[in-house]
């Protein structure tokens, strides 16, 4: 595979765990005895490549990984919207559930959306701010600095879009409850994808090792 394919294919496996994050995200298990979304798992995938993008190609070519993937998302929420609200035929009776599993609210899409674009778009300017002041050098660091701050603003701008006021119950101090175990999964999982930046920057660069850290 080409050095283009291989960057193609990371694109689109950046584009397809936003839209299952999306999809399948409305059900909820329990990780570390933390109540968590089942798209957590999606979420380390979405910056560990545009990390890897980054590192390899640049600030630019990340950048439009994300707004190529923004694109979809909204064509997805636009279709599933209107696949839900077309009338069901007669001899078709699982609407209801249909409506259930894909349907959400306005004020969750939105919030999606919004955390999406924020937090995206930090880790695309963090990490290139990183590997400036590091001379392109501990891509540890930079992976894992730009993804932890990255995740912080995606769970917090996500939880008070989407549930404060929503409740006498949902005030500030009861949403940023909800916020510090949910992110610190993140971490987690975050750091323990590190090994798996290293593999892809040099898979990415055909396994030359000496130019890790490098990229422009």
Known sequence: MTQN????????????????ANLLGTKITTLFGVRVSVGIFFIPVLFLTTDVIGEVFGKKEAKRVVLVSL?????????????????ANSTWDNQEAYA????????????????????????VWAFEFWRQKTGGRF???RNNASTIVSQFIDTTVFMFAAFYGVSPRFTAAFIFSLILPYWLCKVVLALLDTPFCYLLVRWLRGGDGEKIGNGE
Not at 5 to 20: D, N, P, R, S
């Open 100 to 123: 259930s599993v894909f349907g959400s609210s306005l004020r969750m899409t939105l919030a999606s959306l919004v955390a999406f674009v924020f937090s995206q778009f930090h880790d």
């Open 139 to 141: 891509l540890w660091l």
């Open 71 to 87: 694109a979809m998302l909204l064509i997805t929420l636009g279709m599933t919207a209107l696949c839900i609200v077309l009338p």
């Open 5 to 20: 394919g291989k960057k193609e294919f990371l694109a689109c496996l950046y584009i397809c765990c936003m839209v299952l």
